[in-house]
């Protein structure tokens, strides 16, 4: 499985993409290299609200205090739109992750206004769940 860009190269990458469509084929070939999630993860638990799709996020603390996420959806798009988080959130501790603000990364590769408004609050609810995880962990 191909491992997911850091930050500064999912940027780039958005950025070498002609036009939308490219760019929602590349977000879905970022999905398709997320990890496999167990079905074991597929639980109540993980289910993120507020998706029009359904999500699921398990988040770990590491021994470095680094937090590992690991995700799934039932939506090509959607799970793309997971990695693209997990590549801004990646090598973050808990305390990180609640002070960092993804909105300007999301402005920079224009894609909250070319997603629909279910997927924008999907987005959203996926940030706001995986903030509301790491203050409970900082």
């Known amino acids: 499985m191909a491992e997911l860009p850091d930050k500064e190269k999912l940027l780039r990458n958005f950025g070498r993409c002609a ?23 597929h639980s109540p638990e993980n289910i993120i609200q507020g998706c029009q799709s359904q999500v699921w996020i398990v988040m770990k603390q590491s021994d470095d ?18 990695a693209v988080v997990f590549i801004l959130y990646h090598q973050m501790s808990a305390q990180d ?22 997927r924008s609050q999907g987005l959203e609810a996926m940030i706001r769940a995986i903030r509301a995880k790491a203050a409970i962990l900082s």
């Not at 205090?65 to 997971?82: C, H, Q, Y």
């Not at 609640?98 to 920079?108: I, S």
């Open 97 to 118: 992750i609640v002070a960092f603000d993804v909105r300007p990364w999301f402005e920079k590769m224009a894609l909250t206004q070319h997603l629909t408004p279910s």
């Open 65 to 82: 205090g680094t937090i590992e996420l690991r995700g799934d959806s039932d939506a090509a798009i959607v799970k793309g739109l997971i």
């Open 19 to 41: 036009n939308w469509e490219e760019k929602y084929l590349y977000i879905i070939e970022l999905g398709q290299r997320l990890p496999p999630l167990g079905a074991e993860a």
